[in-house]
């Protein structure tokens, strides 16, 4: 992943989930995919501001994490599966947490969200052929969009307007 290229996505994603909370959930068509919504109520970015939807869409494994572990993991095969059921109970044990932090990972766009309660979500960045997660504002006219493609690379789309200074 491109040194530039993840400072701005993280520029993009922390303006858009920062302060954010954790609202709802989703179960995609395919059992691997899972979408999390997010509702900013404070006004300085999020749904309100943005005209649309905040949301994070996992096409990857991912996995909650309710204190830092000493080494996250570096692909799928290390993360456990989820039945439905799990993946619930996981997003309904932080619904209404804010999100303090945000970052990708340092050479690959494994995705990082530190709630306010301590929790972590982890999602992996990594498939050598498929995105593995898209976050951004769905329904907006601005086109913000962060996506973890393949091959360890991030693509971001934001507003001309986005001073990413």
């Not at 939807?53 to 572990?69: A, G, R, T, V």
């Not at 080494?71 to 439905?84: A, L, R």
């Not at 969200?113 to 979500?121: F, K, R």
Request: charged fraction near 30%.
């Amino acid at each position: 992943m491109d040194k530039e290229d993840k400072i701005y996505a993280e520029k993009v994603l922390k303006q858009l989930f920062l302060r954010a909370q954790v609202d709802g959930m989703q179960f995609g068509i395919s059992p691997a995919t899972i979408k999390i919504y997010f509702t900013n109520f404070e006004g300085s970015g999020g749904s309100d501001d943005y005209g649309g939807q905040l949301y994070l869409n996992i096409e990857s494994k991912w996995c909650l994490f309710d204190n830092s572990p000493e080494k996250y993991p570096s692909n799928e095969d290390e993360i456990e599966n989820y039945s439905e059921d799990e993946e619930y109970i996981r997003i309904y044990k932080i619904r209404r947490q804010k999100v303090v932090d945000i970052q990708l990972g340092k050479k690959t766009p494994h995705l990082f969200i530190t709630l306010e309660n301590g929790y972590t979500i982890f999602v992996n960045g990594f498939h050598d052929k498929y995105e593995c997660w898209q976050a951004g504002v769905q329904f907006d006219d601005d086109g913000w969009l962060v996506v973890a493609v393949p091959g360890d690379e991030i693509a971001t789309w934001a507003p001309d307007r986005f001073n990413a200074k």
